[in-house]
């Protein structure tokens, strides 16, 4: 934030001012409603300088969206993949500041939307408006904060989110009951995050019966933000099954293992990846 000053005076603060254009996350679900794969991987992981070479091979290969996780010690939604990578990352030196720095040119190479996937007291340490101004600044599009309880979204910083054009991706899960859903897709922007059972993240082969039924409980609800789902798809199989039921699907641990496989020479691999989910 820039500071104007007057002699020894400092009179007032000033934001810096930013034209809001259309979010690009809304522009994608405005031009594609079915099979939009989203790909996460982790910040600095598998080297510190590697986040916007996976990025920008992810985006080259045709992923929708790409979330960025931000390394945490504690995470509580992360499965032994994502939980390794984090822990990784933050032994190569990875944290919020650095990434920001790393993503500061991203916007001249890919026009994919970002989000960046985190847990809120990273973002509470660095300063929540410095970092929603932060990310506007260097073009990210949506934040998803899986322990900001919703109530304290909705009073303390919607409105900031908002100023900012970010899009706050919330979550749902097979035992949020249905008042509490229409609620969180009442102030929900960009999609609805959909996890797929009430488990930690981590790759599975398959979709169970159960999930299933879960999945047409939700798209019988019509409600009017755009649904990914999450946790446990790792492949074309289950990619196909849960875009039956929403307009696309998230891919977490599978693309991290891919990652730790091919750690020195990724570029191809990840190709291959985004290829064979997509069915191109």
């Known amino acids: 934030m820039q ?19 259309m979010n690009r996350i809304d522009k994608l679900f405005q031009e594609k409603q079915n099979n939009i794969l989203a790909v996460y991987f982790t910040a600095g992981y598998p ?19 790409i979330e960025v996780g931000i390394p945490y010690s504690d995470p509580v939604a992360d ?11 933050l032994d190569n030196g990875m944290n919020l500041k650095l990434l920001l720095e790393q993503l500061a040119d991203i916007r ?3 026009q994919t939307p970002i989000v960046l996937m985190g847990y809120f007291n990273t973002v509470l340490v660095y300063g929540v408006e410095r970092f929603c101004m932060k990310c506007k600044e260097v073009g990210v599009d949506g934040l998803i904060l ?7 979204y909705k009073e303390k ?34 999609f609805l995050y959909m996890v797929s059972s009430n488990a930690i993240t981590g790759a599975k082969g398959s979709v169970e019966d159960a999930q299933e039924e879960y999945f047409k409980r939700i798209e ?9 789902i999450g946790f446990g798809i790792s492949n074309r199989q289950t990619f196909e099954r849960a875009s039956k039921y929403a307009s696309g699907a998230i891919i977490g641990s599978a693309f991290v293992n891919l990652l730790t496989e091919n750690e020195k020479d990724f570029d191809g691999p990840i190709r291959e990846f985004v290829k064979e989910v997509k069915g191109l």
């Not at 080297?47 to 969206?65: C, F, M, P, Q, Y």
């Not at 019988?220 to 649904?227: E, G, I, S």
């Open 3 to 21: 500071t104007i000053y007057s002699g020894r005076f400092t009179l007032y603060p000033i934001k810096p001012t930013f034209v809001i254009e």
């Open 79 to 89: 499965g032994p993949t994502i939980q390794a990578s984090g822990q990784q990352a």
């Open 47 to 65: 080297g510190l300088g590697d986040t916007t070479k996976v990025l920008r091979s992810l985006a080259d290969s045709g992923a929708d969206i």
């Open 157 to 190: 910083y919607a409105d900031m989110f908002a100023e900012y054009g970010l899009c706050n991706i919330l979550l749902i899960s097979p035992t949020t009951k249905e008042e509490r859903i229409r609620q969180i897709d009442e102030i929900s922007t960009g």
């Open 108 to 110: 001249q190479h890919t």
């Open 146 to 152: 899986p322990d900001l309880p919703v109530e304290e």
């Open 220 to 228: 019988a609800m019509n409600l009017k933000t755009p649904r990914l």
